[in-house]
């Protein structure tokens, strides 16, 4: 009876997770853990170098959620606990501990190459299959309305390089930057942010050891320096446990793409030696690894779901690498993604099955959104107005902290309920003449609407 019961079942389905960055680690882990069957499909060898290294304090929270913590925490990773900005001899430090939302104010900042193979190898421990060195080339949507010969709703396909199809129960794409379903499957639109450039690698600062020592300098904060000339292009050091750090310069391609008799190295360390700050603090840095260079990095979706599949992190969306946020979507997207994925599974009546537009993708993009603003405001120099402001309101400070910290899908901060508006009328309140424009006083957030959210949000000091 036994063996018949089971010849007369459909084989167990896998849910398939292309990619084995954050994004696909975390889910697999959280699957893994739920007693579901996990294959994950990586087109690279890990180790593998990846940027995107310094996190924001809302990835503790998941690392705990999919149990994945021990297996980060492990790695002995540099304490981040803020940021750090600089602008011509201006310096603020925005401290992710002094902020408005709850959760962790402290994380890391790490080399993705350990920290990524620690992540899969955790979601490995828990139970979930790795295969590396795959590549997908073909895909085909889940189908409802149709029945393979046994009777059976069809699931997601997937083609592989080598050759292979496999049916799957639901897919993941945590593919990163190789956007695989965002391609087969002609999602892709425009990303509404400029195209920008980067140039990065990794040095060994050799800060530690300066004479004098660097004054004001603290391993334990991103680095983001303004160019003393050019607005739109800023610098990322990122310094790590070991003494190597990850530096990077970003702005419009025409700027920063190396010339034909230029290389890569050169010409990040001509923009380097053009930022005072940084050229001091880097003055006996030694290159660790080749410079690379990533253009037009930024990327959309018209939908982050579709039959029997999801897209996570930046499989989905990337916005800008200034603020860090990359990760700490990866570890959203995956966390919100990974238990509708397990009630998908478990579902045996339509009405149990997710919805995947109001549950997944709106409160997952309302985040994206507020980082999207963020990151808007700090190239059109609303919100560096805001951060170099010698007077800055202690509770806003806070508010604006918390998105920074990650916490970018708290709604009760008034700079992510409303984060356009409320940038966009405290810039005119701390522009740097500090006069208000002639109609600021006819917006919603004047400057007794600020004060009102302000005096609002100081009743609520034991949040």
Known sequence: MESADRSNNPPRKEVIIIGAGPAGAAAAAWLARAGHAVRVLERSHFPRFSIGESLLPRCMQHLEACGLMEAAAAG????????????????RVIDFRDKFSDGPGTTWQVERADFDQRLIEGARAAGAEVEFGVTVTG????????????????????????????????????????RVLARLESLERDPRLEPRMALFGHVHDGIADLAPPAEGYRRDNIL????????D???????????????????????????????????????????PRLAELLRDATPANAVQSLGGYSADVSRLHGPGYALLGNAGEFLDPV?????????????????????????TRDEQRPDWASEY????????????????????????????????HARIRQMISAVLA???????????????????ALARLTAPEQALAPDAVQESD???????????????ENR
């Open 446 to 460: 004047s400057v007794a609407d600020l004060s009102a959210f302000g005096r609002a949000a100081s009743v609520g």
């Open 233 to 275: 292009v800023w610098y990322w050091l990122i310094p790590f446990a070991n003494g190597r750090a990850s530096l990077g310069v970003v702005g419009p391609r025409e700027l920063i793409e190396p010339a034909a008799e230029d290389d890569a190295q050169t010409r990040l360390w001509q923009w380097v030696m053009e930022e």
């Open 224 to 231: 983001i320096a303004s160019h003393p000339t050019h607005p």
């Open 361 to 392: 993708e709106q409160p997952l993009r309302r985040g994206i959104e507020v980082f999207r603003e963020f990151v808007t405001a700090w190239y059109d120099s609303r919100l560096t107005d805001i951060i170099y402001h010698p007077e800055p």
């Open 139 to 178: 895909f085909t949507p889940a189908r409802a309305a149709q029945s393979d010969a046994t009777g059976h709703a069809q699931g997601p396909r997937l083609t592989l390089a080598d050759g292979r199809e496999l049916e799957a129960a639901f897919v993941l794409d945590a593919s990163g930057y190789g």
């Open 323 to 347: 603020f860090s946020s990359g990760v700490t979507i990866a570890l959203e997207s995956a966390q919100r993604a990974a238990p509708l994925v397990a009630r998908e599974l478990t579902a």
């Open 76 to 91: 002995g990773y540099q304490r981040k606990t803020g940021a750090a900005f600089t602008r011509r001899g201006e310096h």
């Open 406 to 424: 990650g916490y970018a899908w708290d709604t009760a901060n008034p700079f992510v309920s409303a984060s356009r508006r409320r940038l966009t």
